[in-house]
């Protein structure tokens, strides 16, 4: 799976966990962008994100992403 | 009451417990909620429209999802943060219902767990069910 096609599977789960179908994201985006990215949705985003890739996030990866680019860097690393 | 850390939790770990709701119970949940919605009043409201009798509150059964986590899975630390249900079957006032709930998914990142949950008459029959995401609290005083 190319970083594009991670990427364009990450935009789709933030679009069902945040009920927004305008929501795009990037590399750079960050929590302060997406209004309502607050700390438990955060969680369940990450939950969706899990479900969505087959794969699981450690408790410091949850805490410690600084962007949507770190993001997929992990996901990318577990797939 | 239960104390299990999320450590602690597994996988088909399971907790349950009889229940029968009564018109006192009814009762207090309509002075709580205000809820006085005929179904729940009126005898003959809720037969004309189907039903054997008054259907008890469907977020009062649900409240006995709170105890199901709240004191036993994993009881002390829980912490609710989303709860589906869904409403198959009416309750009547004065049934024993089972409350039945087994732990169905553990996510270690996000230190949180998922109870799938039921409630059934005596005969078996599912009457509600829902899925309980829970979280652990810890104490941060010191």
């Known amino acids: ?79 | 009451m239960k104390h299990y850390s999320f450590e602690e939790m597994t996988i088909g770990m399971e907790a349950s417990f009889d229940v029968i709701i009564t018109e006192h119970e009814m009762e207090a949940f309509r002075v709580l909620s205000g809820d006085e919605n005929p179904m729940h009043m009126d005898e003959n409201y809720a037969k004309d429209r189907g039903f054997d009798g008054r259907v008890v509150y469907g977020m009062l059964a649900a409240a006995y999802y709170s105890r199901l986590v709240g004191m036993e899975l994993p009881g002390e630390k829980c912490l609710i943060n989303e709860v589906k249900l869904t409403f198959a079957n009416p309750i009547y006032a004065g049934e024993r219902l089972k409350v039945r709930g087994e732990v169905t998914d553990l996510r270690e990142g996000t230190r949180r767990m998922k109870v799938k949950a039921n409630m059934t008459d005596e005969a078996g029959n599912i009457r509600n069910e829902a899925v309980i995401t829970v979280s652990f609290t810890e104490d941060v005083s010191s």
């Open chain 1, 1 to 79: 799976m190319s970083r594009q096609e991670i990427l364009d599977s990450v935009n789709s789960v933030f679009r069902e966990v945040f009920d927004r179908d305008e929501i795009t994201v990037n590399e750079e985006t960050t929590a302060a962008d997406v209004e309502g990215w607050d700390s438990l949705r955060h969680i369940t985003l990450i939950e969706a994100i899990e479900d969505e890739f087959d794969m699981r996030f450690k408790m410091n990866e949850v805490t410690g992403m600084k962007n949507v680019g770190e993001m997929l860097d992990i996901i990318a690393e577990r797939i």
